[in-house]
């Protein structure tokens, strides 16, 4: 039983501003800011976190190696996978909740008929669409 978890989200806009690594650091400071309980260690999937003033072990493929780092990991697609199934309702003609955001063969032909939406991050669609 988890003693405190918290989800850390980014937004395209962000991602797009700095980067997919810095924003995925970024969503990392914010979910362990948001702990009700904050760790004395963190231990995490293969990165150092920058920014954070807590003891950090560093795990390669950890997500195998920790039922917490694996558990993190879940927790987080879970949420995306759940935030894709809402943006499916403000933007059904993408179908979202199929493919949930990755670049599949529906999800491009999708851009390419439509055109980005609001929440599509620039930095990947600019292999698909002008």
Do not use: W
């Not at 003693?3 to 501003?17: K, L, M, T």
């Not at 920058?50 to 927790?75: E, F, N, R, Y």
Request: proline share 5%; with cysteine; charged share 20%.
């Amino acid at each position: 039983k988890a003693v405190s978890f918290a989800v850390g989200v980014v937004g395209p806009e962000r991602i797009d501003e700095i980067n997919i690594l810095q924003a995925t650091y970024e969503a990392m400071r914010l979910a362990v800011s948001q702990l009700t309980n904050p760790p004395q260690v963190l231990l995490n999937d293969a990165v150092t976190i920058p920014g954070l003033d807590i003891l950090q072990v560093p795990i390669i493929k950890g997500d195998a190696k920790s039922v917490s780092i694996a558990a993190g990991s879940i927790m987080a697609k879970v949420t995306r996978d759940h935030m894709m199934v809402e943006y499916d309702k403000l933007f059904p003609e993408y179908g979202f909740a199929k493919h949930k955001g990755y670049g599949t063969a529906a999800h491009i032909a999708a851009l390419k008929e439509f055109g980005p939406c609001a929440i599509h991050r620039r930095s990947f669609i600019r292999n698909f669409v002008d």
